[in-house]
């Protein structure tokens, strides 16, 4: 007997994976990277970094009441991805300049998780517009 994987309905927002997984790499931003950089990024890195790190989950948040409008969740989800992708690059910044701040490798850790999430999103738009296509 093959056991069928039960999939979980998603009726919220912060059912879908890809929120839970972006919401807890908000909370690693804000609590591990953030307040280990330097005092003289705190009002450009440190706010850009806290900003993109929230964006991609209220992007989510915002859009998922419009999934069932094609053209405008698709919207919502291109430009969450866009902030994981400027969240990519603010990493890269923290792996390169401030390293003597904050391990190397857990960056690495941060910046591969994302990468992981912008796959995950272009899934759901890609499944979605497959959704509206098939209706």
């Not at 690693?28 to 991609?56: N, T």
């Not at 923290?94 to 999103?121: C, F, G, T, W």
Request: proline share 3%; charged share 30%; with cysteine.
């Amino acid at each position: 007997d093959k056991q069928i994987e039960k999939k979980q309905f998603i009726k919220y927002f912060h059912d879908l994976d890809v929120y839970k997984r972006l919401f807890s790499l908000s909370k690693v931003v804000i609590q591990k990277v953030i307040p280990k950089l330097p005092p003289e990024e705190k009002f450009d890195l440190v706010q850009q970094m806290r900003r993109a790190s929230k964006a991609s989950t209220a992007m989510i948040a915002e859009g998922f009441p419009k999934r069932f409008q094609a053209k405008h969740w698709d919207k919502y989800l291109v430009d969450a991805i866009g902030e994981c992708e400027e969240m990519v690059n603010h990493l890269m910044y923290v792996r390169d300049l401030y390293s003597k701040n904050v391990k190397k490798e857990s960056v690495e850790l941060l910046i591969e998780q994302y990468k992981y999430a912008i796959n995950q999103l272009h899934s759901l738009n890609k499944s979605w517009k497959n959704f509206h296509k098939n209706k």
